[in-house]
């Protein structure tokens, strides 16, 4: 490993589906790509920590209710105390706001149904692992992929999300714009991610890391795991 | 329709259980047990998951109100291939909370 | 099931079956073995009524590196790889608890292509349902779909295309069939052949309860009546977490070289496993009952032996592994239990409490099943239908009016309501995703791809069952072909009626001649399949419904051919020639509410070389776009192009026939492609060298799509009547 | 785990319903509430879905088996955020039948 290669952990949990896909991504934007466990409770010296898409668990009960409870958890609650870069993708985000590790709650889509589609997201902040060197507002165009991502939060937790600016990512038209039409699972205010008030924690529904490569759809997740990189570089 | 007609009766509170038929599988309560010793708990076990409905009938008259419900639990709620409801009727304008 | 009837008859056993198992044994069967035999005697385990059909298709190539009698097919991709592929049909299941049905069925057709040890990259679906107004199937319709998705969004494995088709003799018996596809290391095949005396048998996955007993001769071989009572037994619960965390287990198995076999627990459960396992490899198998995991207590043997509990997989591992083996299971949290031995002498041997309960020669249930010369008989009426051809019908519709008909008809518009609910990127091989041609996945660390795609046409199969099968094939090859890959081989399903009345058994033997014909001529061999008979409820049969699954190679996915005009400036052409043949088409049905006539002739000779010279174009990128005409003719082709690419046109429709004929004809061995003006003439040389036919059309250009003097509308006007068909029929 | 040592006590069965908290958007119940007119049911309203989950725990006194159950509720089979749970607790082998 160079030293300037930071090192991205990918957790296995049973029913992971994205986990190949983060790892693939994490190297082909140049960074190592270190396939972690969900029963070890090792994070073996990585630089940050991407929980990957998929049914851990099966979804079964909640999205992210079992996985929650597996070791390597502990590990990522104390690196992420530390610091640390951790981000969620998809099931990933589901887990970590089942764990606490970031507010409010993923339920089913307001259509009920499984929906994977291209879609555009706006950048709401830059204080996140995955955000760090973008522009508020700049759009991106990467694939959703679930039939639980409809973002919700009782209302004084929605106002403090809001309030704090915890909302890294939004649903919007071709040009930025919000409106319903793009909202693609119904989700309050539009929420596609969020990040907690250190801002080393992030959640996201879409998949940046189905969006790394040309030839099998969107480049919208270059950004973001450039980032990552860049986040996580700056902390080794 | 002849539901639509019944004029401002009563309001009757419904509460509808739906599981699956004993001896099918469930994977939800098949992966909750399986999760359970990881988290400290060795004693539990039979765990299953079903569906539970809370509803609001206007209806003139309790039986027109758990007939209807009845109806609706079974062609509605729940796919008699594969699952069974029960429901739990409660007295007008009851509040669940007094329902065990 | 009537309480009456002997026990054989109440099994779905005939006399005459029951006559030849005391034959084999020499003594009556008991109950547990008349439970076994009945479970692998059963149609949909023994084939007894369409083997002698089978037998007559082509299944041999170069290419081919496993043909019929595996769990799956498998062809040499290049590189020393080997995809894996198998269709296979839920339809009865699904008619009773679509959800489940059709979860349950992605389950089974994926554990088959693992079983060879292969992982599995793409699955497909094709779906046959009544028509959107009635209720019941848009029940049936929206349940498959989200069963579908279900199942295999939370396996990890893509769901990249399919097809989908509404007719009336669906509504009581609805069709799916789901095909998967998997890659392995040629040389890793698992086709059991190492198996030998004293390997073990380790039973891996979920616990064995009552599951589907008696669903192999109850679901499977009998007509399901409306009311869903009798199958209800029968019906289960997918669970695809324990799918997931199978595939994982079984491949990581395979992967470390701990096993000698592999088989999917599948119809007649661990029977048919064990049996199967033995009669391959010339041995026989000690059953020990006792060993297999139970999820509820009181199961008889005969339930054990037959039980279709999913998420199952038999493992055969020699002892010396056996330690290792158990720890993968161990490692992904799957209970795995040596539940026998292979042994010599060929017997099949079931023990309780160490009691033998049942004892069978292993080849009598694989290999010695009935097989049957069904009686055919050419169903009368049919010449009147034939000559009622609609091509001849005159027409006073305005031509805007049935454009726009046929591009919302059911059948021609969007899916994208369906295929928006799978995952089409998981795994990130997924080149070109659902909404075109075929759908085209990489392989992973090659610039090779597979092309595949899922074709049948019901209309053309009512008229004329032997060039209803033959369409099938070549419009899946062309499909294919238009996007660069070459048509390597199929696998298929023959979802018919009841094979005891002549008149079905007459449609099942013209479609396989059909198709048999038309894979000889394109090269294209049948690696396996799956048959489903008894689609019918009364006297209404489904109609003849032979679907074929394409896989087709592409060397270099970055030569691959899209079907969407990529911008203004580029030339228009149809190949192939359009002829007067509206029998059977959509524009007939929607707006001459007539399905009769005949079928489009197919030429496979015509066929042949459109695909060679498209393959041909690919390499040497000449093309701009390329997309099959087929289901509503020319008209659709151009506008799909239009949609995909989102760019008008302007065309002249070519020859002198009438403009319903030049627009709706669906002849065969067509396809609209456009070019640069630089390499027309390359394209055109091309086309003459392979005899095909060229006309040029027009232009691509504009928000407009316009037919000359003869209609004009805008890409966004035929684009909301193509994509809000269907939405707007399920909002009812 | 302390659970796990108690010793051979008695089976006690709870059921457990856990619902969203008011106020929260429920699809599920919006979703079915939609389709009960063109069902004919126009006197239909307030349809809530929640979940419902049956176990058996294995402990020495009732009051044990209610605590633990209570902290799996909290813990596991809710998410405090969005959800609130009501326990049904059964006396020991009471069949599930016999409860409303
Ligand atoms: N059930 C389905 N699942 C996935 N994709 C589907 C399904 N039905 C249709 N599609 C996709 O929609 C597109 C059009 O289907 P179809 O009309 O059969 O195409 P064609 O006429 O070229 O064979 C294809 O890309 C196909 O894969
Ligand atoms: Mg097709």
């Known amino acids: 490993m160079s030293a300037g290669t930071p090192r991205v952990g990918v957790v296995t949990f049973p029913g992971s589906l994205d986990d190949r896909d983060a790892l693939r991504a994490a190297a082909l934007m140049g960074g190592d790509g270190v396939p972690?466990?969900?029963?070890?409770?090792?994070?073996?010296?990585?630089?940050?920590?991407?929980?990957?898409?998929?049914?851990?668990?099966?979804?079964?009960?909640?999205?992210?209710?079992?996985?929650?409870?597996?070791?390597?958890?502990?590990?990522?609650?104390?690196?992420?105390?530390?610091?640390?870069?951790?981000?969620?993708?998809?099931?990933?985000?589901?887990?970590?706001?089942?764990?606490?590790?970031?507010?409010?709650?993923?339920?089913?889509?307001?259509?009920?149904?499984?929906?994977?589609?291209?879609?555009?997201?706006?950048?709401?902040?830059?204080?996140?692992?995955?955000?760090?060197?973008?522009?508020?507002?700049?759009?991106?165009?990467?694939?959703?992929?679930?039939?639980?991502?409809?973002?919700?939060?009782?209302?004084?937790?929605?106002a403090r999300i809001e309030g704090e600016a915890l909302v890294t990512f939004r649903y919007c038209g071709p040009g930025g714009e919000l409106d319903d039409e793009y909202n693609v699972n119904g989700s309050a205010d539009s929420i596609a991610g969020i990040r907690n008030p250190q801002g080393n924690v992030t959640g996201l529904m879409p998949h940046p890391e189905h969006a790394v490569d040309p030839d099998v759809g969107s480049t919208g997740g270059q950004p973001l795991f450039a980032s990552l990189l860049a986040y996580a570089l700056a902390r080794v | 329709s002849a539901h639509g007609s019944a004029g401002p009766g009563m309001k009757y509170r419904f509460r509808v259980v739906v599981s699956l038929k004993p001896g099918l599988l469930d994977p939800q309560g098949k992966a909750i047990e399986g999760s359970l010793p990881a988290m400290g708990w060795t004693n539990a076990s039979n765990v299953r998951v079903g569906k539970y409905v809370e509803l609001v009938v206007d209806a003139e008259t309790e039986a027109a109100a758990v007939s209807q419900v009845d109806e609706m639990a079974r062609r509605l709620l729940s796919n008699p291939v594969i699952e069974s409801y029960r429901i739990v009727a409660s007295a007008p304008d009851l509040r669940f909370e007094d329902v065990p | 099931m009537k309480v009456d009837q002997p026990l054989h008859r109440a099994l779905g056993l005939t006399d005459g079956e029951l006559g030849r198992i005391r034959a084999t044994l020499g003594r009556d069967p008991n109950r547990t073995e008349l439970a076994m035999f009945a479970a692998m005697w059963s149609e949909h385990c023994s084939y007894k009524s369409s083997k002698v059909h089978?037998?007559?298709?082509?299944?041999?190539?170069?290419?081919?590196?496993?043909?019929?009698?595996?769990?799956?097919?498998?062809?040499?991709?290049?590189?020393?790889?080997?995809?894996?592929?198998?269709?296979?049909?839920?339809?009865?299941?699904?008619?009773?608890?679509?959800?489940?049905?059709?979860?349950?069925?992605?389950?089974?057709?994926?554990?088959?292509?693992?079983?060879?040890?292969?992982?599995?990259?793409?699955?497909?679906?094709?779906?046959?349902?009544?028509?959107?107004?009635?209720?019941?199937?848009?029940?049936?319709?929206?349940?498959?779909?989200?069963?579908?998705?279900?199942?295999?969004?939370?396996?990890?494995?893509?769901?990249?295309?399919?097809?989908?088709?509404?007719?009336?003799?669906?509504?009581?018996?609805?069709?799916?069939?789901?095909?998967?596809?998997?890659?392995?290391?040629?040389?890793?095949?698992?086709?059991?052949?190492?198996v030998r005396v004293g390997s073990m048998l380790l039973l891996i996955g979920a616990a064995t309860g009552r599951d589907g007993i008696g669903g192999v001769s109850v679901l499977a071989s009998r007509t399901i009546e409306d009311q869903a009572g009798d199958a209800r037994p029968s019906v289960q619960i997918g669970d695809p977490f324990a799918g997931k965390l199978l595939i994982e287990t079984c491949l990581e198995l395979v992967e470390g070289g701990l096993l000698l076999g592999l088989q999917d627990l599948g119809g007649a459960g661990l029977t048919c496993a064990a049996s199967e396992t033995a009669a391959r490899a010339g041995l026989g198998v000690e059953l020990d009952l006792d060993a297999v995991p139970l999820r509820e207590a009181g199961l008889e043997p005969f339930e054990i032996l037959t039980s279709e509990s999913q998420e199952r997989m038999l493992a055969v591992v020699d002892p010396s592994r056996l330690d290792e083996a158990q720890g993968v299971c161990e490692k992904w949290g799957l209970t795995s239990a040596v539940v026998g031995t292979l042994v010599d002498g060929g017997r099949l041997v079931v023990r309780v409490g160490g009691a033998v309960v049942a004892d069978v020669p292993a080849r009598s249930l694989v290999d010695e099943g009935p097989v049957y010369e069904r009686r055919i008989e050419r169903p009368a009426g049919r010449h009147e239908i034939l000559e009622d051809d609609p091509t001849f019908a005159p027409v006073d519709t305005d031509p805007r009016d049935a454009f726009l008909a046929v591009l919302s008809s059911p059948n021609v518009a969007s899916k994208r309501w369906a295929f928006e609910q799978y995952d089409q990127l998981v795994q990130g091989s997924t080149v070109a995703p659902p909404g075109i041609d075929a759908a085209v996945i990489r392989i992973e660390g090659t610039l090779r791809a597979l092309a595949l795609s899922c074709d049948g046409n019901g209309r053309f199969g009512h008229l004329d069952?032997?060039?209803?099968?033959?369409?099938?094939?070549?419009?899946?090859?062309?499909?294919?072909?238009?996007?660069?890959?070459?048509?390597?081989?199929?696998?298929?399903?023959?979802?018919?009626?009841?094979?005891?009345?002549?008149?079905?058994?007459?449609?099942?033997?013209?479609?396989?001649?059909?198709?048999?014909?038309?894979?000889?001529?394109?090269?294209?061999?049948?690696?396996?399949?799956?048959?489903?008979?008894?689609?019918?409820?009364?006297?209404?049969?489904?109609?003849?419904?032979?679907?074929?699954?394409?896989?087709?190679?592409?060397?270099?996915?970055?030569?691959?051919?899209?079907?969407?005009?990529?911008?203004?400036?580029?030339?228009?052409?149809?190949?192939?020639?359009?002829?007067?043949?509206?029998?059977?088409?959509?524009?007939?049905?929607?707006?001459?509410?007539?399905?009769?006539?005949?079928?489009?002739?197919?030429?496979?000779?015509?066929?042949?070389?459109?695909?060679?010279?498209?393959?041909?174009?690919?390499?040497?990128?000449?093309?701009?776009?390329?997309?099959?005409?087929?289901?509503?003719?020319?008209?659709?082709?151009?506008?799909?192009?239009?949609?995909?690419?989102?760019?008008?046109?302007?065309?002249?429709?070519?020859?002198?026939?009438?403009?319903?004929?030049?627009?709706?004809?669906?002849?065969?061995?067509?396809?609209?492609?456009?070019?640069?003006?630089?390499?027309?003439?390359?394209?055109?040389?091309?086309?003459?060298?392979?005899?095909?036919?060229?006309?040029?059309?027009?232009?691509?250009?504009?928000?407009?799509?316009?037919f000359d003097s003869l209609l004009e509308t805008t890409v966004e006007k035929a684009r909301s009547a193509y994509e809000g068909a269907i939405p707007k029929l399920l909002a009812g």
Not at chain 3, 111 to 117: A, E, L
Not at chain 3, 173 to 180: D, I, L, R, S
Not at chain 3, 568 to 576: A, I
Request: aromatic share 6%.
């Open chain 3, 54 to 194: 089978l037998r007559t298709l082509p299944t041999e190539g170069p290419q081919v590196l496993v043909g019929p009698g595996q769990d799956a097919g498998a062809v040499d991709i290049g590189e020393s790889l080997a995809a894996v592929f198998k269709m296979e049909s839920h339809s009865h299941p699904s008619a009773v608890e679509p959800y489940q049905g059709a979860a349950t069925g992605v389950g089974g057709i994926v554990r088959d292509i693992v079983s060879m040890g292969a992982r599995p990259v793409a699955l497909l679906d094709a779906l046959r349902f009544g028509p959107l107004i009635e209720e019941r199937n848009r029940v049936l319709f929206t349940g498959v779909v989200a069963g579908i998705g279900g199942y295999g969004n939370c396996i990890g494995v893509p769901t990249v295309g399919g097809e989908i088709r509404f007719a009336e003799p669906h509504s009581a018996n609805p069709t799916v069939n789901v095909m998967c596809v998997g890659v392995a290391p040629a040389d890793r095949l698992m086709t059991g052949n190492e």
């Open chain 3, 465 to 706: 069952p032997y060039l209803g099968a033959a369409h099938a094939v070549a419009e899946a090859a062309r499909n294919v072909a238009v996007m660069g890959a070459t048509p390597l081989a199929i696998t298929n399903c023959m979802n018919f009626g009841n094979p005891e009345r002549p008149a079905v058994m007459w449609e099942f033997a013209e479609s396989i001649r059909g198709m048999g014909d038309a894979c000889r001529r394109l090269g294209t061999p049948v690696t396996g399949g799956n048959v489903s008979f008894y689609n019918e409820s009364g006297a209404s049969a489904i109609w003849p419904t032979p679907i074929v699954g394409m896989l087709g190679l592409i060397e270099d996915y970055r030569l691959l051919v899209r079907p969407g005009f990529p911008g203004p400036g580029f030339l228009v052409y149809l190949l192939g020639e359009t002829f007067p043949e509206l029998g059977g088409s959509e524009f007939a049905q929607v707006v001459l509410r007539s399905v009769s006539g005949h079928p489009p002739a197919l030429d496979l000779a015509r066929e042949a070389s459109l695909h060679q010279m498209l393959v041909e174009a690919a390499r040497g990128d000449l093309l701009a776009s390329a997309h099959d005409c087929s289901d509503g003719g020319l008209a659709v082709a151009l506008a799909e192009s239009a949609f995909a690419g989102d760019t008008g046109f302007a065309v002249s429709l070519p020859g002198d026939e009438p403009w319903y004929v030049a627009l709706f004809s669906e002849s065969a061995s067509r396809a609209v492609v456009s070019v640069a003006p630089e390499k027309a003439e390359s394209v055109e040389a091309l086309a003459s060298a392979h005899h095909v036919p060229l006309s040029r059309l027009g232009e691509t250009g504009g928000p407009g799509m316009v």
């Open chain 1, 36 to 158: 972690l466990w969900h029963a070890d409770r090792d994070l073996r010296g990585v630089d940050a920590v991407i929980l990957p898409g998929g049914f851990s668990y099966g979804d079964y009960l909640r999205t992210g209710a079992l996985a929650r409870f597996a070791p390597i958890m502990d590990e990522i609650r104390a690196f992420a105390d530390r610091g640390g870069p951790v981000v969620g993708i998809c099931n990933g985000f589901q887990i970590l706001c089942e764990a606490g590790l970031l507010p409010g709650a993923l339920i089913r889509n307001r259509q009920l149904r499984f929906v994977c589609r291209f879609v555009d997201v706006r950048v709401e902040t830059s204080l996140s692992p995955l955000t760090e060197g973008l522009v508020p507002g700049e759009v991106l165009r990467i694939p959703v992929k679930h039939g639980e991502g409809q973002f919700t939060a009782p209302p004084h937790d929605l």
